[in-house]
């Protein structure tokens, strides 16, 4: 089931539980997912439940300037499981690079149509070999709080935004 017959129609208001949001992430992190449910129960006691989320793998790097790119699949109750592409630059006081398994909770998000937007952050990084981090992403009400577990070396601070597509692009902007 891909969603895509009524992709403009507004989302209920069914959410995901933690227990749900924790199982998901065990299953695909595996074996790095050990800081997982302490990063997720912080984000349900600051958000509560999510209606929608991301499981996907990204790549970043930078060197004042930075850019990450990804894609996965985002899950939503009753509008159906859609491939997802996001990108996005940053600039700070960060250096290095990472891989990373991502899953994004995504909270009021009204219809599909409103993740095509970019969303603006501050990110921070310290680790050396791996790390799970979380980062909190707005758009006027959506919120999306990504968590990643990633293999790497980076080391810093920054702000930038990621850009939601339904397509693959190479253009962070």
Do not use: C
Not at 69 to 82: K, Q, S
Not at 98 to 115: C, F, H, K, Q, W
């Amino acid at each position: 089931m891909d969603g895509r017959a009524d992709q403009g129609s507004a989302l209920p208001p069914q959410t995901y539980g933690e227990d749900e949001i924790v199982t998901a992430g065990h299953q695909f992190f595996g074996s790095v997912s050990g800081g997982l449910a302490s990063v997720v129960e912080r984000a349900f006691s600051q958000f509560g439940e999510p209606n929608g989320y991301i499981l996907g793998e990204e790549g970043s790097g930078a060197f004042v300037a930075g850019a990450r790119f990804g894609e996965g699949h985002l899950y939503t109750r009753n509008a159906g499981t859609h491939k997802i592409f996001w990108q996005g630059p940053s600039v700070g006081w960060d250096f290095g690079g990472d891989g990373a398994r991502t899953m994004m909770l995504v909270y009021d998000l009204p219809s599909i149509e409103a993740i095509y937007n970019r969303f603006l952050g501050v990110n921070g990084s310290a680790y050396l070999v791996g790390g799970v981090g979380m980062t909190v992403l707005t758009n006027h009400d959506i919120v999306v709080v990504p968590v990643r577990a990633g293999v790497g070396a980076r080391l810093g601070i920054n702000m930038g935004y990621l850009k939601f597509t339904d397509k693959p692009t190479w253009n962070p902007f």
